[in-house]
């Protein structure tokens, strides 16, 4: 133990190490990042190619499958491909396992986006590819609002010109906004006007590019300068466009104001965002790389008065879902929990102990035992964040237990009469074997944790991590710290105590009512002895009963238990997803939304109201795209953000309350709520409900008539909840069919009627990008031609578009300008033929070429690994996951028979990750019970007596299984992580009691006698360990936050379990050696304390 | 005494740990007891709800008969009802003119006088040779009377004082005379009629629609090739649009048909129209009927040459009903739409469209008045699927009251 002697001997080398400890301690707490939750690295890559316009068979036909092909040959390592193809968008998500190297990933994608570029449509541009993570989540949202700010000049400030600004804040990533227009330089078409002036989109198209150039004019050199020249090429100002000319008619010139209006605009919108009811626009700030949410939030707001300087004076920036206020919050909560439990913990400590020094010793160790495992942590690179801190107050329950059980030794030990150095010594030599083996039982059932997959690998292994780390510190602590204060603190507490002789009656109501609390435990003790005789005479009724009703328990409760992924949290915030009737104009939409938000207010406390976001449509920014996973497929979709004021009434609540109005009050509408708290959003990574049932089969309608037929059997599940297909196939679409011959036959062809559409429906952008510059701000803007959508808004308006064919020169003469009729006539009446001059053609409008026929068209098109997929998606309300999940499996069985050829069904989603966690987390159970009995194997050197100790195992389930019943909580993760850690301290206590009773064996007494010493002896540190750990808890377990069920799990468990260790654990012990010979066992005993009894 | 003490406190243990057990165990009991029960309870409830929430709620509407009117819309040109350009017959210079562009005129106003010093001239001259042809005609007259009063005295006392070929000759040359004195009156008659055509004037009511001539411009005679005319007027009281209209919809215009005209610049304001006449040929260029029109323009709006968008009603099926396009389903086995009928099952039904008018549609053949149609069905609706109906969308003009059930509304 020479440690133990140099932390005597050199007390100041122990002290400079605290010191350490303290410095390093508040470094690492500084720096270290502080977020919500750990790097989830599961690697993702999306790539999102825009087509403005293509349609989504298509953009699924012509670009997604293509790429999707080139991508799963020329990129390693792939886990999954999913792809959606939406109305302009292709949005392809290329998981990766996870030990991929991301930024070769990355590297590899955009090899292949490239290779396949020339397949495609032309005029496609490459595609955004961007890297991401599960936990990339807006952490500070901006909304730009403001009285007589334009929408588009919004979006323009908050694109052009906050955007970058925000972008110098390390660790952000602002994508473009949500919402707004998209300021554009827009050409207004005429209909009218043009067929007047006898003028065809194209036209207007072809002018705009002859006439607005970006052609460098070069450089000349006269005399001694070499001048830079510069060509008026493209207009300074928006107006002039409107100057330029179009063409020349019969000696006419048409300018672009005679036909078009260029204006400041933007093109229809298609994305807009409602803060309260108010159009804004928001501009989400994403965390990107390793930086700390708080760093990022608090350096992008210290940003917004230096942005609000530069920008009008009626610009509003108001900033909401700020991430650090849940982090803080999320931190505080979990700091607030883990000091109540020390000094819970503390009070415990000091009730059984009775004295303050030795228990400020104690307590002192468990803020340095923390600070130990943040060093740690922030070393290994891990973050500040709620799994970590957690685990800290997971911890502190058991911080105490090596440091209490080494004082306490020490205090037996002089009570013996030794010096305090000797006393000091002889205790820690004898019991750090016992914590070093308890240490390894604790820290030996967390390693299968390592082992978990996914989502939960990420979340718990640094909870983990934060246990072990601070256990480890903990057991240095106690064989260096504290024997070091021990030496000064003890020795004097003893000689004060030896002064006075026996105790005296004292006249502090507290060290009476602690000296009260020992004789109740002592009489406790004696009480507890005569039970445990009773058991041990009759061992057989007492253990079957005993085993029954552990048995009885586990198989009758456990049914009811239910299984969840994780618990349920208010995120304080209700997402909901509207979707319209599909193809329900964005317009119409936003009307609806807004009588939504009505009806959510009068379901609502006002004061529980904080703010209403509505998102609706298709954002404008790709790399929205790739992050946005609600759902949203076209504009008939809008997201609500219902965020709720601190105390509002529970969230859940308020969602079955809307669950069964709004259906009512909006038929046709299809309503789902999404997680809004990020832990869900997290776990349901990339899907908007926790089960996704998916069909993949080679025949669409066959799919989606299976899908259809799913779906309605799975409604009927109690409760599923807004169960829906997520692909919509009845997309409104007028089909035009030109009739090719007849074209051909009035000198038209397909192209014309292309051209002639994609001009006057989509702008010509998409075909022939043209930009203006504007000088004043250097920001380039779109400049396209259109039709504004007002114009064209009758089916009757389309028939009677004008189409042209560009190749023939000029449109048609006015009647106007004919002023030459040969022979002074009279004139032929409305006779166009006469007037036209040769080579001139008539404009056909489409509807004589063409006939439109409304049909359905998909919404969007989704792939999984390369197959076309349906997906159905299945919320929950008031039932587990488990449950819910079981009787789908049941439905989808049932189902199997008649399921179109080829096709196939899978559960996805979170049930999936579920599923997966939980056999991991099962299997990871029975592990850690194998290797806590391979530990104690080692330990005693016996192949029985583990058995023995691993007997108070089932009861400590069975504890768990009745507290979490009585509390109404379902099984989940961090349930099973709490039952884990139960698994090591149940079995630590009993190791105790079972080395002992070994010992006693060892020194001739017989079985049961010895079994009965031990329970006597040991029912001290064993209640004081289980009763630390329990009351440190307790504020966890009472909470209502992630890991409550860990705490419940455990206090159940080990409450149970202690029951076991002291009775059940001896009884069967007597009986494992009640044949025994009095042998002297080998070597590997542990604790020698004979007759520890002897203190009380 | 002990032992019996002690025995006896081991047995009030035993019955006090018997007691405190079987206490425990109730308590366990009862605990798990409720505990099922109350979950059992939940499960029923949340089973019964979810059963309620899977059936979809539903808007229904009720189709309005006959439908709107269906229109078809063509771009047409406005020409006025008669319209003649005004050129100048002599040549010479414009002395006035007075009537301007935009001018009313009235049959035979005069719009302008023609200088024609040349013709002037050809008249005086031509007066001249009248007067010397009369003059001469009276000479011959007079030589003739007196040759043929000496023949005849010649012929009363037998003898010749003249020869009958002179005679003959001095009445011929009257004859000569009397034809020269009309050729030149004719002369006359034609540089005085030209003289006129300085005078130009309205050929009939209407407006002054364009002037290209101005004091002292030249005119030439007989409008050549190269030179405008000199006024145009158009009688606009009533116009004339003709309209171009696709083969595809030739067969539904006929002549009597009304149409409204709806010009840009006018937002609001609709002119009637009659269909005239048609061409009664389809031109092979561009595969269009020529359709004409006439538009009453009492008060002189229209301008001929006016580009006009000519709305045309047709005429609606008979047993046509219109609903909200949204109530349709799109789906591959053809255009449907789901009605309720009295044990609030949907029923799916095949229809035909008359005509898509965006918003609505003329549902011709599939669909009858008295059906309860569901708007905006949910995606996956079935024939023979249960819904709840819950009221009316409340965006369809033709809205019929809710009923609560389908069944209720069928009573």
């Not at chain 1, 930009?771 to 031609?785: C, D, E, I």
């Not at chain 2, 149409?259 to 304001?269: D, R, Y």
Request: with cysteine; aromatic share 8%; net charge neutral.
């Amino acid at each position: 133990m020479w440690f133990v002697k140099i932390s005597l001997r050199q007390p100041i080398t122990i002290i400079v190490m605290v010191v350490l400890i303290l410095l390093a301690g508040a470094r690492a707490t500084l720096d270290t990042p502080v977020d919500m939750f750990p790097q989830v690295n599961i690697p993702v890559v999306a790539v999102v190619w825009t087509y403005q316009g293509l349609l989504p068979d298509e953009m699924a036909a012509r670009i997604n499958y293509f790429f999707e092909r080139m991508v799963t040959t020329q990129v390693n390592n792939i886990k999954s491909i999913q792809s959606e193809a939406v109305i302009g968008y292709g949005v392809i998500k290329i998981f990766f396992q996870p030990s991929v190297d991301i930024n070769f990933a990355v590297a590899q994608v955009t090899a292949a986006a490239q290779t396949v570029l020339k397949f495609l449509p032309p005029g496609t541009t490459p595609p955004f590819v961007l890297a991401y993570n599960a936990t990339t989540v807006p952490v500070l949202q901006l909304a730009l609002s403001g009285r007589g700010i334009s929408q588009f000049k919004l979006f323009d400030l908050g694109n052009n010109f906050i955007r970058p600004m925000l972008a110098s804040v390390p660790g952000a990533a602002v994508p473009i906004p949500y919402g707004g227009l998209n300021r554009r330089v827009e050409a207004d078409l005429n209909l009218q006007a043009m067929q007047a002036n006898g003028v065809s989109p194209d036209d207007v198209t072809e002018a705009l590019m002859r006439q607005n150039l970006i052609i460098p004019a070069g450089t000349e050199k006269i005399g001694r300068f070499e001048w830079h020249v510069r060509l008026n090429s493209s207009p300074v100002e928006i107006k002039t466009i409107n100057d330029m000319p179009i063409k020349r008619v019969n000696g006419t010139v048409v300018y672009m104001r005679d036909i078009a209006y260029v204006h400041d605009g933007a093109p229809p919108q298609t994305n807009m965002v409602r803060v309260n009811g108010h159009r804004a626009v928001l501009l989400p700030i994403f965390k990107s790389g390793s930086e700390s949410t708080l760093s990022i939030v608090a350096a992008a707001k210290r940003m917004l008065p230096l942005i609000k300087e530069s920008m009008p004076k009626a610009l509003r920036i108001h900033t909401f879902g700020d991430q650090s206020v849940f982090v803080k919050d999320a931190v505080e909560v979990v700091i607030r929990e883990a000091v109540l439990a020390a000094v819970l913990t503390g009070l415990l400590v000091l009730l059984f102990l009775g004295d303050w020094r030795t228990t400020l010793i104690i307590v002192m160790t468990i803020p340095l035992a923390a600070l130990f495992s943040v060093v740690v942590l922030s070393a290994s690179g891990q973050t500040i964040n709620s799994m970590t801190l957690g685990g800290l107050a997971l911890a502190v329950g058991i911080l105490v237990d090596s440091a209490t059980v080494t004082i306490e030794n020490f205090a037996y030990h002089l009570e013996m009469g030794k010096e305090i150095v000797f006393a000091i010594m002889d205790g820690a030599q004898q019991i750090v074997i016992p914590s070093l083996v308890s240490l390894l039982a604790i820290c030996i059932v967390f390693v299968p944790m390592f082992t978990l997959t996914g989502v939960s690998h990420y979340l718990f292994v640094p909870l983990a991590e934060a246990v072990i780390y601070a256990l480890v510190g903990a057991f240095l602590l106690s064989v260096s710290f504290v024997p070091m204060m021990a030496q000064f603190w003890m020795s004097e507490a003893h000689h004060a105590s030896e002064g006075h002789g026996d105790k005296p009656r004292s006249r502090n109501p507290l060290v009476r009512f602690q000296q009260g609390f020992e004789r109740g435990f002592n009489r406790m003790r004696e009480r507890y002895r005569s039970l445990l005789d009773l058991a041990l005479a009759h061992p057989a009724p007492f253990i079957t009963g005993f085993l029954a009703f552990i048995l009885v328990s586990l198989a009758v409760l456990t049914p009811w238990l239910g299984r969840n992924f994780f618990p349920e949290v208010d995120g304080g915030a209700i997402l909901l997803h509207v979707s319209a009737p599909t193809g329900t104009r964005i317009e119409d939409t936003a009307r609806l939304c807004g009588r939504i938000e009505k009806a959510i207010r009068r379901v609502m406390r006002p004061g529980d109201i904080d703010n209403i976001i509505d998102n609706l449509d298709i954002p404008y920014s790709p790399i929205d795209m790739a992050y946005q996973n609600t759902g949203t497929v076209g504009p008939e979709d809008a997201d609500i953000t219902v965020q709720e004021t601190p105390g509002h009434l529970p969230t859940a609540e308020y969602v079955a309350k809307l669950r069964r109005l709004l259906p009512t009050l909006f038929p046709g509408v299809t309503f789902s709520f999404l997680p809004a708290d990020i832990a869900t959003q997290i776990l349901n990574f990339g899907a908007p409900a926790p089960v996704d049932v998916q069909v993949i089969g080679p025949v669409r309608d066959a799919v989606y008539a299976y899908a259809v037929r799913l779906e309605k059997s799975i409604k009927h599940v109690p409760g599923t909840a807004d169960v829906h297909i997520f692909q919509r196939f009845n997309y409104p679409l007028l089909n035009i069919k030109v009739n090719r011959s007849l074209a051909q036959m009035v000198g038209l062809t397909q192209a014309d009627v292309a051209r002639g559409l994609l001009e006057e429906l989509a702008g010509s952008f998409q075909i022939t990008p043209n930009f203006w510059l504007n000088w004043k701000t250097g920001v380039s803007y779109p400049l396209q031609t259109m039709m504004p959508q007002y114009r064209i808004d009758t089916l009757a308006d389309l028939y009677n578009m004008p189409i042209t064919d560009p190749s023939a020169p000029g449109g048609r003469t006015q009647p106007q300008s004919v002023t030459t009729i040969a022979g002074g006539g009279t004139r032929f009446p409305g006779g166009t033929a006469v007037k036209l001059a040769p080579g001139q053609t008539i404009p056909e409008i489409l509807g004589a070429v063409a006939s439109i026929k409304p049909e359905p068209s998909p919404a969007v098109v989704s792939h999984y690994n390369v197959q076309p997929v349906v997906d159905i998606y299945i919320n929950r309300q008031g039932r587990d996951l488990g449950a819910i999940s079981a009787d789908i499996h049941k439905i989808l069985r049932k189902a199997l028979s008649a399921r179109p050829p080829g096709t196939r069904v899978f559960v996805r989603g979170q049930v999936a990750v579920m599923t997966t966690a939980y056999s991991e987390l099962f299997a990871g159970l029975g592990v850690s019970i194998l290797l806590v009995y391979l530990l104690v194997t080692v330990n005693f050197q016996s192949w029985l007596d583990p058995f023995v100790v691993i007997a108070a195992l089932p009861a400590a389930l069975a504890g768990i299984v009745w507290i979490l019943f009585v509390t109404h909580t379902t099984l989940s993760v961090p349930a099973l992580i709490g039952s884990i850690m139960c698994m090591g301290i149940a079995s630590a206590n009993s190791i105790l009691v079972i080395s002992f009773a070994r010992e006693q064996l060892a020194n001739g007494m017989d079985s049961v006698r010895a079994a009965v010493e031990a329970g006597f002896t040991r029912i001290r540190p064993v209640l004081i360990t289980a009763g630390a750990m329990i009351i440190g808890m307790v504020p966890t377990a009472a909470s209502a936050e992630q890991n409550a069920p860990l705490g419940r799990a455990v206090i159940g468990g080990l409450a149970f379990a202690t029951v076991s260790t002291l009775f059940f654990v001896p009884v069967v012990f007597s009986l494992v050696h009640r044949n025994h010979t009095n042998a002297v066992p080998e070597g590997g005993e542990t604790a020698r304390n004979t007759d520890r009894g002897a203190d009380s | 005494m002990n032992q019996m003490n002690a025995d006896d406190e081991k047995k009030r243990g035993i019955s006090r740990l018997a007691l405190v057990g079987s206490v425990g165990l109730g308590l366990a009991v009862v605990l798990a007891v409720t505990g099922i029960i109350s979950r059992e309870h939940a499960a029923k409830a949340l089973a019964r709800e979810t059963n309620e929430a899977a059936i979809p709620t539903v808007a229904v509407i009720k189709p309005r008969v006959g439908g709107m009117q269906p229109t078809l819309v063509l771009p047409g040109d406005v020409e006025a009802w008669y319209w003649a350009p005004i050129y100048g017959q002599v040549s010479g210079y414009v002395r006035m003119w007075y009537k301007d562009i935009g001018a009313r005129v009235k049959k035979g106003d005069l719009l302008a006088v023609i200088d024609t010093p040349e013709l002037d001239a050809h008249v005086k001259q031509a007066k001249a040779e009248l007067a010397k042809a009369r003059a001469q005609e009276q000479l011959a007259e007079i030589t003739s009377k007196r040759w043929d009063a000496l023949w005849q005295t010649g012929l009363k006392q037998r003898f010749e004082p003249v020869s009958r070929q002179a005679t003959d000759v001095t009445d011929y040359d009257l004859a000569a005379a009397r034809a020269a004195t009309l050729a030149a009156k004719g002369e006359l008659d034609r540089l005085e009629a030209l003289e006129k055509f300085k005078y130009l004037v309205a050929p009939f009511d209407g407006v002054v629609t364009a002037r290209r001539t101005d004091v002292g411009a030249f005119v030439k005679a007989n409008g050549v090739s190269n030179q405008p005319e000199m006024f145009e007027v158009a009688d606009i009281h009533i116009m004339r649009v003709y309209v171009r209209v696709p083969q595809t919809y030739a067969s539904q215009i006929h002549v009597g048909m009304k149409a409204e005209l709806h010009v840009p610049g006018m937002p609001g304001k609709v002119f009637p129209a009659t269909v005239d006449t048609t061409s009664y040929a389809v031109n092979l260029d561009s595969r269009t009927l020529l359709v004409e029109l006439w538009a009453p323009n009492p008060k002189y709006e229209l301008y001929p040459g006016t580009y006009a968008e000519v709305y045309f009603h047709l005429t609606p099926r008979p047993n046509a009903v219109e609903i909200p396009s949204s109530a349709l389903i799109f789906q591959d086995r053809g255009l449907q739409v789901a009605t309720v009928g009295r044990d609030d099952r949907a029923q799916l039904r095949n229809v035909t469209i008359g005509r898509d008018m965006g918003s609505s549609v003329i549902v011709i053949s599939g669909l009858k008045p008295s059906e309860w149609v569901i708007d905006s069905p949910p995606d996956t609706l079935n024939a023979g699927d249960l819904v709840r109906v819950v009221g009316h969308h409340g965006v369809f003009p033709g809205l019929e009251t809710k009923p609560e059930r389908i069944s209720d509304a069928h009573q």
